[in-house]
């Protein structure tokens, strides 16, 4: 933890203490404001880990994380912790949102003419998609790569580079996971393992695209998948289907296409 994110930590702490002062003295109302302190700091903590992701090259982000095993003291394994502490606090976050866009793509892919498909779930977070598809009789492979390793099943890595042949996946996912300056590799390497014709689904915070219309034109001249659906999600979320339509090896990609994905931003609570 840094010096100015402890330093908010203390003040969150301090405001609470004042505001148990003024509320009294019952074992209840001490539980809640403790529940309240612990809540504040996890979500500052999520915001703080949120904000190097989405501002570090991945490799830099996924080191750090490493390197500083006390961002996940309550832990033993920092590695596992890594996804445990992220995942606390995101799961946190998400209770908010209207809904959950990994569940709309996990409902398309439960359909029947996706079930032998191979899939490649690109930061998946606890891995929830293998596990309900596999639940619900899925018969082919299916991939779910993260840098941090919350369960037996997921393949740890930078989704920069994963471990999988070319063209070896029908299906590629991305649910809230293009972070990192370099996602344009993310998207790249996505091409590379996908086959011509083959899915990819975009799950992305709205707010996150200054313009969605160039995002998708781009995406087809410059990463070769060609859109086939936007939807809005509640005026919260675009969830895009594209199809592979090029080798992105082919394709020119010009230094401006970071520029079309901003940094997600979580409001200070
Ligand atoms: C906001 S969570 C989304 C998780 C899941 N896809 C979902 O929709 O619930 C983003 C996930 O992407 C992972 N991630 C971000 N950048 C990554 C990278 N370069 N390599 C591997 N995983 C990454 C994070 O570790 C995190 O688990």
């Known amino acids: 933890m840094d010096k100015n994110q402890k330093k908010r930590e203390v003040k969150l702490q301090e405001k609470q203490q004042k505001k148990n002062k003024n509320v009294g ?5 001490k539980n809640e404001v403790k529940d309240r ?5 996890m979500s ?17 982000a996924i ?6 095993p006390q961002l996940f003291e309550d832990v033993k ?16 976050q998400v209770d908010k949102w209207p809904k959950n866009p990994l569940d709309i793509i996990i409902d398309e892919l439960k359909k029947d003419k996706y079930k032998t498909k191979n899939i490649g779930d690109f930061g998946c977070g606890e891995g929830r998609l293998e596990v309900d598809l596999k639940a619900s009789g899925h ?17 740890q890595c930078d989704i920069a580079h994963v471990p999988v042949k070319n063209n070896h996946l029908d299906i590629g996912v991305f649910s809230l996971s293009l972070m990192g300056t370099n996602f344009t590799d993310f998207l790249r390497e996505a091409n590379r393992v996908i086959k011509p014709d083959g899915r990819l689904f975009i799950a992305e915070v ?19 998948f060609r859109s ?4 809005k999600l509640k005026d919260y979320f675009y969830v895009m289907v594209f199809e592979k339509e090029e080798d992105a090896n082919k394709l020119r990609l010009t230094s401006d296409f970071k520029q079309l994905l901003t940094p997600c931003k979580y409001k200070k609570r």
């Open 139 to 155: 018969l082919g492979k299916i991939y779910s790569f993260d840098a941090g390793k919350m369960s037996d099943h997921i393949v």
């Open 228 to 231: 086939l659906k936007v939807n």
């Open 77 to 92: 394994y920092y590695q596992l912790a890594n996804c445990i502490q992220y995942h606390t606090g995101y799961r946190h």
């Open 63 to 68: 080191d750090m994380f490493k390197e500083n």
């Open 206 to 224: 709205m707010s996150r695209f200054p313009d969605i219309n160039d995002f998708v034109k781009r995406m087809r001249n410059e990463v070769g």
């Open 37 to 41: 302190i612990q809540e504040g700091m």
């Open 44 to 60: 500052s903590k999520f915001r703080f880990l949120n904000e190097q992701l989405y501002t570090s090259e991945s490799a830099k």
């Open 25 to 29: 003295g019952s074992s209840k109302q």
